[in-house]
């Protein structure tokens, strides 16, 4: 009798659990609700730990307004409007959310010993040599710590435009001015990650789309995702990708490098990708909306707590559009956020309050 009672104790106290649990998570769903215009009219968040997926929700509420802009925006960049409704598998191009993906693929020659985060790009590149850039390090790449000066987002996407190939891009970016010494000013941009490009395409002899699919995509298991098949691809924003995929991405940066029992980045890869790059007497000469007092590692964005000044153990990279991946080292989980919408500063704020939900909810487990 007694074992009975104590056996209905622990299922209640299960049921409780599983109950707050349910309840935390329906509280998510409220905020993905309740903030649906602000995401653009559509959104899928999925939320993974420890491998296994425990969250997913998608809203699709595109007002004729919302479906108009999707449509101008896709004219703008050449492509066709895409007004359906979100599934994980749903591809769209992730903007800056493809710098995460482009670092991965140079840390795996990284790994093989092919290239040092301490080479020099000149090495590879003479083209830079000869105007004065030769020293750079692949490392500063990464960590946009070039000293280049890019101009405005819209004039460097002109300027990587209907490029013959990966040597004209580097005689472009080469022909740039320098705004301050490399390793000593942050210009968040798409120039390091180009020339990164382009130097493990003249170690490979392989184009760059191809080294991705062999080397992140195909072990990743990411069937949908994709630098495109244009002459030149653009490894700081030209990525399409799923919400499905990019997970497959972020478990694999949650579980040090492994997936599936498959090792595709080393542990120490890994953790040199999240050591905050940025020094307090480093020089920001522009940094996105919103982003302001966060740090930076390679390829990443390293979440800085405002009180101690530390690293949360939150790690990042979003999106121009709204797409916003992530991973808490902290709490054990991964999590994208895939939607459609341009407003500066709007999708770094919808970011902090929506990690709140998500945090409290993996709390609650």
Same mark, same amino acid.
């Given at each position: 009798?007694?074992?009975?009672? &104590?056996?209905?104790? &622990?299922?209640?106290?299960?049921?409780?659990?599983?109950?707050? #649990?349910?309840?935390? +998570?329906?509280?998510?769903?409220?905020?993905?609700?309740?903030?649906?215009?602000?995401?653009?009219?559509? #959104?899928?968040?999925?939320?993974?730990?420890?491998?296994?997926?425990?969250?997913?929700?998608?809203?699709?509420?595109?007002?004729?307004?919302?479906?108009? &802009?999707?449509?101008?925006?896709?004219?703008?960049?050449?492509?066709?409007?895409?007004?359906?409704?979100?599934?994980? *598998?749903?591809?769209?191009?992730?903007?800056?959310?493809?710098?995460?993906?482009?670092?991965?693929?140079?840390?795996? +020659?990284?790994?093989?010993?092919?290239?040092?985060?301490?080479?020099?790009?000149?090495?590879?590149?003479?083209?830079?040599?000869?105007?004065?850039?030769?020293?750079? *390090?692949?490392?500063?790449?990464?960590?946009?710590?070039?000293?280049?000066?890019?101009?405005?987002?819209?004039?460097?996407?002109?300027? +990587?435009?209907?490029?013959?190939?990966?040597?004209?891009?580097?005689?472009?970016?080469?022909?740039?001015?320098?705004?301050?010494?490399?390793? %000593?000013?942050?210009?968040?941009?798409? #120039?390091?990650?180009?020339?990164?490009?382009?130097?493990?395409?003249?170690?490979?002899?392989?184009?760059?789309?191809?080294?991705?699919?062999?080397?992140?995509?195909?072990?990743?298991?990411?069937?949908?995702?994709?630098?495109?098949?244009?002459?030149?691809?653009?490894?700081?924003?030209?990525?399409?990708?799923?919400?499905?995929?990019?997970?497959?991405?972020?478990?694999?940066?949650?579980?040090?490098?492994?997936?599936?029992?498959?090792?595709?980045?080393?542990? %120490?890869?890994?953790?040199?990708?999240?050591?905050?790059?940025?020094?307090?007497?480093?020089?920001?000469?522009?940094?996105?909306?919103?982003?302001?007092?966060?740090?930076?590692?390679?390829?990443?964005?390293?979440?800085?707590?405002?009180?101690?000044?530390?690293?949360?153990?939150? &790690?990042?990279?979003?999106?121009?559009?709204?797409?916003?991946?992530?991973?808490?080292?902290?709490?054990?989980?991964? #999590?994208?956020?895939?939607?459609?919408?341009?407003? %500066?500063?709007?999708?770094?704020?919808?970011?902090?309050?929506? %990690?709140?939900?998500?945090?409290?909810?993996?709390?609650?487990?």
């Amino acid at each position: 009798m007694r074992s009975a009672r &104590v056996a209905l104790i &622990v299922v209640f106290v299960c049921l409780t659990g599983i109950c707050q #649990a349910q309840s935390h +998570f329906t509280q998510l769903d409220h905020w993905m609700e309740d903030h649906a215009k602000e995401l653009g009219g559509r #959104a899928i968040l999925l939320v993974s730990k420890d491998g296994m997926l425990v969250y997913s929700k998608d809203i699709n509420e595109l007002s004729r307004r919302q479906k108009m &802009v999707n449509k101008f925006a896709a004219r703008r960049m050449g492509g066709k409007a895409d007004t359906e409704d979100y599934t994980a *598998t749903t591809r769209q191009p992730v903007a800056s959310c493809s710098k995460w993906l482009s670092t991965a693929l140079v840390m795996t +020659f990284v790994d093989e010993g092919k290239l040092s985060l301490s080479d020099t790009v000149g090495k590879y590149l003479p083209v830079l040599s000869q105007h004065g850039k030769g020293m750079i *390090t692949i490392g500063q790449c990464l960590s946009h710590l070039t000293g280049i000066l890019e101009p405005p987002l819209k004039e460097s996407l002109q300027l +990587f435009k209907d490029l013959s190939g990966m040597d004209e891009a580097m005689e472009k970016i080469a022909a740039l001015p320098m705004e301050g010494e490399p390793g %000593k000013t942050f210009h968040y941009s798409n #120039a390091g990650l180009q020339i990164a490009g382009a130097v493990l395409e003249k170690i490979s002899g392989e184009g760059f789309q191809t080294l991705f699919a062999e080397r992140i995509a195909g072990p990743l298991e990411m069937q949908n995702t994709d630098f495109g098949k244009g002459r030149v691809a653009l490894p700081a924003g030209g990525a399409g990708s799923t919400p499905e995929d990019y997970m497959n991405f972020l478990t694999m940066i949650r579980q040090k490098g492994l997936f599936k029992d498959r090792r595709v980045l080393s542990e %120490k890869s890994i953790s040199e990708m999240q050591v905050n790059r940025i020094s307090p007497d480093t020089k920001i000469a522009y940094s996105p909306a919103g982003m302001e007092g966060i740090g930076y590692g390679y390829g990443e964005w390293i979440v800085i707590d405002p009180v101690t000044k530390q690293p949360t153990g939150t &790690v990042t990279s979003p999106g121009l559009f709204g797409s916003v991946p992530w991973v808490d080292n902290q709490r054990g989980y991964s #999590a994208f956020l895939m939607t459609f919408f341009i407003k %500066k500063g709007a999708g770094e704020q919808n970011f902090k309050n929506l %990690k709140q939900q998500v945090d409290a909810a993996i709390d609650a487990k």
